[in-house]
């Protein structure tokens, strides 16, 4: 699609682009993000070969040159005879071919729609929103306690553990949430409050306001 | 965080608030701070979230992240080999199949390039092992509960748990139960690598 058409983020007409970070995280062995690396090494994946070209020092990261990467990957797919680079809006999957969509978090309104028609429109996302997860044998079980609301299970066990608050545990929680230092914007469109209706809607609820708060 | 219907068996009242931790399908020894999505820094994360009682000392597999992305609900919608299940000529890769991150989407894009040529020679397509990263990746994408989909970085709890005697044997050393887990994905890819021409 670039440079016909450019996103919101993107710089530049290369391919691979990294628009936010410049890092594919730990490369330090035995962590969950090196197998994956690793992983693909062993596949001799393209994308991880230029990413060791271009890398730079950042400690136990593998921190690459934006730059560099870009034309690493760029300079390979137009070197490759069998491939036929086109520079177009996409906006049409013809369904009878075999085709691969990998048109990442900025997909154009175009494609999106008709994603959308693949797929069933209400299938389709525009926002993530991901919550954290904890490692079980970390939580302090002599606090927390297992039960499901008015012992109403929905496979016969109590589904969650809860960590139960008093008011003063609770005043303390919610002011350092509000005070809380949330992560800058890579594109404009994310600086405006977006979520407002969508969290609202889930399971947070009296403290909803609390959490679009912190969103920004 | 409303307690209502969540008596504390200890003190047999019902506390002033609640935060609940939900065990998500396909994740093992991890529980997910329901609701708490959230767009905070995350040693902000690492500091508040502890204030939870009972999540003083926690370790985090992952912390919240809210951003602008496009993505599929893949569990609903695609196969282990990142096909449409309604069009098997249509596949998925990168973040807009289900995957948060640079390197997951590097790797779902080489698996589907691979799958694609399957589908092109009309062979069977090779899907990786279970044990390996990329395998449990695809595997989860294809497989999570749909109903409320988040998108996935590679953690360990993505792969299959180690079993009973392995767990026992290992359970007071973390990195040692990790190494485990990376020793098994290696071996099992390799083992991979020597039965087909995959690379």
């Not at chain 1, 016909?4 to 691979?16: F, K, N």
């Not at chain 1, 997909?107 to 954290?132: N, Q, V």
Request: proline fraction near 5%; glycine fraction near 6%.
């Amino acid at each position: 699609m670039r440079p016909t058409r450019s996103t919101p983020a993107h710089q530049t007409d290369r391919l691979a682009e990294l628009v936010c970070s410049n890092s594919l995280k730990t490369d330090a062995e035995g962590a969950a993000p090196w197998l994956l690396k690793e992983e693909l090494r062993r596949l001799d994946s393209l994308l991880l070969r230029a990413a060791d070209i271009a890398r730079v020092p950042g400690g136990h990261a593998l921190t690459v040159d934006r730059i560099v990467f870009a034309e690493e990957v760029t300079r390979a797919i137009a070197a490759e005879p069998l491939i036929e680079l086109r520079r177009e809006e996409a906006s049409v999957v013809a369904e009878d071919q075999i085709t691969i969509i990998a048109s990442g978090p900025l997909t154009s309104d175009a494609l999106a729609g008709e994603i959308g028609r693949l797929t069933g429109s209400d299938r389709l996302f525009f926002y993530d929103s991901i919550s954290p997860i904890v490692e079980a044998d970390s939580i302090d079980q002599n606090i927390t306690f297992r039960a499901s609301r008015y012992g109403k299970s929905l496979d016969g066990t109590d589904d969650y553990i809860n960590c139960p608050f008093n008011r003063e545990q609770y005043d303390r929680f919610i002011d350092a949430l509000l005070a809380g230092d949330s992560v800058p914007a890579h594109i404009e469109e994310d600086q405006t409050p977006f979520l407002k209706p969508a969290c609202r809607s889930r399971s947070w609820r009296g403290a909803g306001a609390i959490r679009c708060a912190s969103v920004r | 965080m409303k307690p209502m219907g969540l008596d504390d068996p200890r003190t047999g009242r019902r506390p002033y608030a609640v935060v609940q931790l939900r065990q998500e399908n396909l994740r093992a020894d991890s529980y997910n701070l329901v609701g708490f999505q959230n767009h905070l820094r995350f040693g902000e994360q690492a500091r508040i979230l502890r204030l939870i009682p009972g999540l003083e000392h926690a370790e985090f597999v992952r912390f919240g992240q809210i951003h602008r992305n496009t993505y599929i609900n893949s569990p609903a919608l695609l196969t282990p080999t990142l096909q449409l299940r309604r069009n098997p000529n249509v596949l998925f890769a990168g973040q807009i199949s289900g995957v948060e991150g640079y390197v997951e989407s590097i790797a779902t894009g080489l698996v589907a390039g691979r799958f694609a040529a399957d589908v092109a020679l009309g062979r069977q397509l090779r899907r990786l092992p279970r044990e390996t990263a990329i395998g449990s990746l695809c595997h989860y994408i294809s497989a999570a509960d749909p109903s409320d989909y988040q998108p996935a970085n590679i953690t360990f709890d993505l792969l299959p748990a180690l079993d009973e005697a392995t767990r026992q044997k290992l359970r007071r050393d973390k990195r040692a139960r990790h190494a485990e887990i990376c020793r098994r994905a290696i071996e099992s890819m390799d083992q991979f690598l020597s039965q087909h021409a995959y690379v």
